[in-house]
C-alpha cells in the first residue's frame, strides 16, 4: 500500500507526480493483449517467484478471455500451456496434478475447435506423459479427495487400475498425439524445404540473399520442433517400454524409441534444412570412441579432499533464438543414453544380470554430447549417474553392503577382514581382483564426472548431494584402495552433504524441494555417524531434520522399503530410535 503525503519523511520536498493508473483490460482482446505481455516477462525471468507470479497473471487473463469467449482454440491453448508451464514451479503432487489436469482439459477442448494444430497436439501429449510420471509417485484419488476436483481426462476417465496400469494408458495415448503431431509437422517440413531450396528454372531460383537466410532459418526452426517431437516420442516409449509386463512388449517398445532418434538422428544430419555455418564436421551420428578408455585407470590413486566448490566457467553468453544443430544433436544422444540406461534397469529387472554393453553404449551417446559439448552439465551428471550404478551393480555381485557395525570392525593394516573378493584374489584368482580394480575405476570416473559438473555450476545443489553419495557409497567398498582411503572417503561425503544443505536451508534453491532438503540431512547424519568423534553432530543435525520437518512416521516409512539407495537400515533405526527420544 503506498502511503499518503502527509506520512511522508520528505512531505515538504517536492513530489512526484503519482503513476497514471493503467486501465484494466474489459475486452477479449485486452485480455488476451495483455496475457501475452505478462507470459513474456515471465519468460524473460524464467524462474523464480517473480516468473511464477507473471505466469499465475496471465493465466489469470487468460480465464477471464475464455469465459468471455470459450469457444476460441488459440485462448484455450494459450490458457493450457501457462497451466503447464506453472506445474515446474511446484514441488507439491497435488498441485502438479491440479495444475495438469486443468491444463490437459484445456488442451482438450483447443483440440475440439482446431483438431490440426500442430503446438496443442504436442503440448497436450507432453502434459499427459507428464501426469503419467506424477502418478506413479501419487495416488491422484487422495487429490481427488482433498480438492474435490473434477479431472477430464477422456475416454479413460472412469478407469480405476494401479498407478503404473493409468500411467501406461496415458502414455499410450500421448505415444499417438505425438505420431499425429510429427505427421502435420513433417508435411510443414516439406514445403519449408520446396521453399527454401526451389528447383532450377523456378522463378524464386534466384531470391535475394536476406529472403534466403530467412528461409533457411525458417527451415531449421521447422526441422527443430520435428525433432523435439521425435525425441518426446522415444521418452513416451521409453517410459512406457518399462512399465509393460512382458519382456517382449518391452523390447518392441526400446526398439520403436530407438527407431525415432534414428529417424532425428537423419534430420538432425540432413545438410539441406541447417544454415551453412551449423554443419558440423563431426554430425554425431556414430557413437564415438568406447567410454571404457576415460575410466581412471589406477586403482591406488589417493582420493582428493573435498574443496568449496568455486565455478571455474563464466556463465555461458546469451543466444538468439536460432534452433542449433549442435544443440539438437546432443538432445538426441542425450535420449539414446536415457533410453538405454533405461533398458540397462529393464534387464537387470528381467534376468537378474547386469549387461555391461548396454552401459557402454550408453556412454558413448554421452561421450558425443561432451565433444561437441565438454561444459554440458546434464551430460557431465548422467554420466556420473550412469557410471555410478554400473559400479554398484558390479559391486551387488561382490556381496551384500556392508552396514556400520561390520564397517567398525575393519583394519585397513589387514588382510583378513576384507571382502570375499580380495581374499579370493590373495588366493590367486586374477578375475575377482580385476572386478574389483574395475569397480573402483567406474566409482572415481563417476566422482570426475561429479567434479566436472560442479565446475560449472558451483551451487547446484543436486550435484553437491550426488557428489555425497558417491563418496559415501565409495567408502562402503572392501577393497584395499577404498579402506586405504576410506577416512578421506568419509570426510569428503560429510564436506559436501554439508555444501549442499547450506546451498539450500533457507528454502531458496530452485528446484530443490523439502523431500531433497530433509534426505540430504539424512544422508549427512549417517555419514557423521560413520566418523569416530562425530556423535554430537550427528545429533545435531537430526534435530536440524527434525525442525525442517522430519518425522518418525517418514522413518517408519523408509523402514517398509522407501529409503531409497543410500540410506541404509541400521542408520535409520537409530535415527527413529532417537526421534522416539525426542532429539
Known sequence: MKKSPTNSKHSGKDKKKPAKEVPQPQTWEEY????????????????GDKARRFYEKAGDMYNKACKLNPEDSDCLYNFGRVLYILVDFTHSPC?????????IERFRSALIYDSDNADTLFNLAQALTTHAEVIQDHDEDDEEAEHDHEHKHGENDHFHGSPEE?????????????????????????????????KKGDEKDEMPKELAEQLQEELANNAGVLIDTLISTSQALTSLAFLVDTVDRS???????GEKLEIALGVASDKLLWPASEEESNSGKGKGKASSASLDSAESEDVMPALKPVSVFREAESQDGAISQKEKICDIHLQYSNLLSSQTDRNFQDTGKISEELYENSLQHLDVVLSLQPRHVEALCDKGDLLGAWAQGLAAFEGPVPGLSDIEKWDS????????????????????STRSTRIWQLFASATRAFHSALEVESQN?????????IHWSRSLLTSPVALKNRAMLLNNASVYYRFAWESCRD?????????????????????????????EEVIRVLKQWKRCGGSKEMLTDMLEGQSGDILQEDFIEFALKQARKGL
Open 507 to 535: 528454502g531458496s534453491a530452485e528446484n530443490v524441494d523439502e523431500e531433497q532438503r530433509l534426505e540430504i540431512l539424512l544422508s549427512w547424519a549417517q555419514v557423521l555417524r560413520a566418523i569416530p568423534g562425530k556423535e
Open 251 to 257: 523390447q518392441d517398445y526400446y526398439k520403436q524409441a
Open 413 to 432: 593394516g589387514s588382510n583378513i577382514t576384507l571382502g570375499n573378493s580380495d581374499v579370493v584374489a590373495a588366493e590367486g584368482e586374477p578375475k575377482k
Open 32 to 47: 488476451m493483449e495483455e496475457g501475452v505481455l505478462l507470459e513474456e516477462k515471465g519468460e524473460r525471468y524464467a524462474t
Open 95 to 103: 498441485q502438479k496434478l491440479s495444475l495438469l489436469n486443468a491444463s
Open 166 to 198: 493409468r500411467a501406461a494408458l496415458e502414455l499410450q495415448e500421448a505415444i499417438q498425439l505425438f505420431e499425429n503431431c510429427y505427421i502435420i509437422q513433417q508435411r510443414e517440413l516439406y514445403a519449408a524445404v520446396k521453399e527454401a531450396h526451389p
Open 461 to 469: 545443489t543436486s550435484i553437491l548431494e550426488k557428489l555425497g553419495d
